[in-house]
């Protein structure tokens, strides 16, 4: 099953480099697969990222399985844009291969760095906490309120409840929600308390998180300088 | 010197005039290990939150009367502060984690006490070497089995090195076997540290690990000197167990080499077993064996790989959960996941109402099943509003409704004190004797299978395997 965001454990170049630097490249990637229209420039950044992944050691395979996931929205895109005119035949390899970059940057920074790493960058870069870490309580928490989902899905299943959706009975359809909604939010609110409490008394402050030092390495600095001669590069293109 | 001097302390929920806690006195000694058990409901949870100030900071309420830790009064202290000296490990450690990583939950507390980055490494790894769980230092927490999460717990606290550690029930969610490896493992940081312990439980294998042994009633600590109610209950069931063995003849449900796969991992591998009418049997087996997958299957809830499930005869593996619901009846664990309506009566008449049955046999159902649960007096209740023990109560009440021929119960004592626990099976005892209603229970709790099954089954390795197996691997367990 494919994880919202899933860390791959190993030591190399990509893994070994300043988060705030790595969420740069996401952040700048995106902007300049979205601001050229260059196939060649697109095809010169797609096989950077096969470089990337190859130093980053994680197994092709794993990035390959986030791609099928999104197989059918890429394809979709695709015929879309195809059918609109022959002649968009152009712009919709352009595209195809603007989302496929997308997708093997932002699974390579997750699959790269860890949420913790990048929890601090998301503060370094001053994004305010009560966002930062409602983000991140929500990747981390998501597949805990899913499965309690489920669970009091299947508890009412057993009670012979039925979930009905039909238009012409919008209150009848609502109303079947209710035995779901209800149970699941007073469950997702307990997990809630009791993981403040939890952390309450392990004294957490998120002030700990601002104290924490990134450290900038020679492999930064190359990455930055690199990254610079792409957006310059992207001028002339 | 005692490390907990607790006197004359009163506590009353925010909103409430009733003092749960009633001018309770304590003294804990530097490395005794002190269980409190006493009925659901009673203040077991609240005495110990009241200890790192969690009680009334962030839980608020009216707190009087004096707390020292270490001879210093915790009045004015905040619970990061007093992280030091006392650490709680909740009951649920699903919603303890806040990393992601087991190392990184570890470190969690250590990065909270300031330490420098090379003396939180330190100590993790020292945890992580003395609970031997360093094969789990980079596993992502959700991966880890309920046993595995507990440890993980117990080992970023500790990683703490607090005086003071506080478990709130810590097995409510444990297999026999992990049961005393974590008697052990308490012992061995006991006699390490010097650790001095207090823990609420309701197990009664597991008080065994304390030097001594509290019950809290009417907001006040007693020693406990045993009541003795536990057995009555328990020769009341063997009664009932030795009727039910004659009346029974027909087989009414059969798990026939059933295999189910969750998450890709082959978790049955060929179940047989058959229920007869009347039986009162037990799921047995150790934590993350298939007990509730088997049971999900059953309610068709997940679907098998292969294999047949037979009720009355006929074949109901492909039938949908809604007409398998109509003969048998699933009780879970948590109470919560069901109830929704505002009244308690609604509750129980929700799933009935859903089969048809119709409203005049239903009211008249519904007054002698509130009766004989003890639950009568709530009918009119918000269900939101009712301790853990009555909503467990009203759960299986709204599946008692239904009219099953069938009920499952999976782990019915979750959350129950003792003698609540004990009552309720008793009324399991006599509705399985009087209308012959077959039950199937899914319990850790030996005292409760031993005492009311006529009938063990014990899941090992996806099979059923023979219930001698389960006692010789828990009395290895405990020695």
């Known amino acids: ?237 | 010197m005692a490390v907990i001097e607790i006197s004359d302390l009163c506590y009353s929920y925010p909103g409430s005039k009733v003092k749960i806690l009633d001018g309770l006195a304590l003294d804990v000694g530097k490395g005794e290990i002190v269980a409190v058990i006493g009925k659901s409901g009673c203040g077991k949870s609240t005495l110990l939150l009241t200890l790192n100030r969690l009680i009334p900071t962030s839980l608020g309420g009216k707190l009087t009367g004096s707390i020292r830790i270490n001879g210093k009064a915790i009045h004015g202290r905040s619970t990061a502060e007093l992280g030091r000296e006392v650490q709680i490990m909740f009951q649920n450690p699903e919603s303890q984690f806040f990393s992601f990583n087991v190392r990184d939950e570890i470190a969690f507390g250590l990065e909270n006490m300031n330490l420098s980055p090379d003396e939180a490494e330190r100590r993790a790894d020292e945890v992580l070497s003395q609970f031997k769980i360093s094969h789990l230092e980079n596993r992502s927490v959700e991966e880890l089995s309920s046993g595995e999460k507990q440890l993980v717990i117990l080992a970023s606290l500790m990683a703490m090195r607090p005086d003071v550690l506080v478990l709130d029930e810590p097995t409510a969610n444990l297999d026999p076997v992990q049961t005393r490896r974590l008697m052990k493992l308490l012992k061995e940081i006991n006699r390490m540290y010097g650790m001095t312990i207090l823990f609420s439980e309701h197990s009664l294998d597991f008080i065994e690990v304390a030097d001594r042994v509290l019950v809290l009633e009417n907001g006040r600590l007693n020693e406990y000197g045993g009541d003795g109610c536990g057995d009555v209950c328990l020769s009341s069931g063997r009664q009932v167990l030795k009727k039910s063995k004659g009346g029974r003849k027909k087989t009414v449900l059969e798990v026939e080499k059933l295999h189910c796969s969750y998450d890709l991992r082959p978790v049955l591998k060929g179940i047989d077993f058959e229920l007869e009418r009347g039986d009162f049997a037990g799921l047995v087996g150790f934590n993350g064996c298939g007990k509730s997958t088997l049971a999900l299957n059953i309610m068709r809830l997940l679907k098998p790989d292969a294999g047949k499930i037979l009720f009355d005869g006929q074949d109901v593996t492909k039938e949908k959960t809604c007409e398998i619901a109509k003969s048998i009846g699933y009780v879970f664990q948590n109470p919560d996941y069901a109830l929704f309506e505002n009244r308690v009566r609604d509750e129980v008449r929700f799933g009935a109402k859903n089969c048809g049955i119709e409203n005049g046999k239903l009211n008249s159902n519904v007054r002698q099943i509130a009766l004989a649960l003890g639950i009568a007096h709530l009918l009119d209740r918000d269900p939101s509003n009712l301790s853990v023990g009555e909503k467990r109560r009203v759960n299986i009440a709204s599946v008692l409704a239904m009219d099953p021929k069938i009920i499952i119960l999976d782990e019915p004592d979750t959350g129950l004190d003792r003698l609540t626990s004990l009552k309720l099976m008793s009324y399991l005892a006599k509705l399985n004797k009087e209308s012959g209603t077959t039950v199937l229970i899914i319990s850790h709790n030996l005292e409760l299978v031993d005492g009311f099954c006529n009938k063990k089954i014990f899941i090992e390795n996806g099979k059923v395997s023979g219930i001698a197996d389960y006692y010789a691997r828990i009395a290895e367990a405990s020695r």
């Open chain 1, 1 to 237: 099953m494919m994880k919202l965001y899933e860390y791959y454990n190993a030591d190399s170049f990509i893994h070994r480099m300043n988060p705030v630097i790595k969420l740069c490249w996401v952040v700048a990637m995106t902007f300049l697969v979205f601001s050229t229209t260059s196939l060649r420039y697109l095809l010169f950044i797609f096989a950077i990222m096969l470089l990337s992944i190859t130093i980053s050691k994680v197994p092709f395979r794993m990035l390959t399985d986030y791609l099928k996931v999104f197989l059918f929205f890429i394809i979709a895109t695709y015929v879309t844009v195809f059918l609109l005119s022959w002649a968009s035949f152009y712009i919709g390899a352009v595209f195809l291969i603007k989302i496929i970059i997308l997708i093997l940057v932002v699974v390579l920074f997750t699959l790269t760095t860890s949420k913790k790493e990048f929890l601090i960058s998301l503060i370094k870069m001053k994004i305010p906490y009560s966002f930062a870490f409602a983000l991140m309580i929500a990747i981390r928490f998501l597949p805990t309120v899913l499965k309690e989902v489920n669970s009091v899905v299947a508890v009412q299943r057993t009670r012979c409840h039925r979930i009905t959706f039909n238009i012409l009975k919008p209150f009848e359809s609502v109303m079947s929600y209710v035995p779901i909604i209800i149970p699941s939010f007073i469950i997702i609110f307990k997990r809630a308390f009791e993981l403040f409490l939890s952390a309450e008394s392990r004294g957490f402050s998120p002030r700990t998180y601002e104290r924490k030092k990134l450290h900038v390495c020679f492999g930064d600095v190359l990455a930055v300088s690199f990254l610079l001669l792409l957006v310059v590069g992207s001028y002339f293109v």
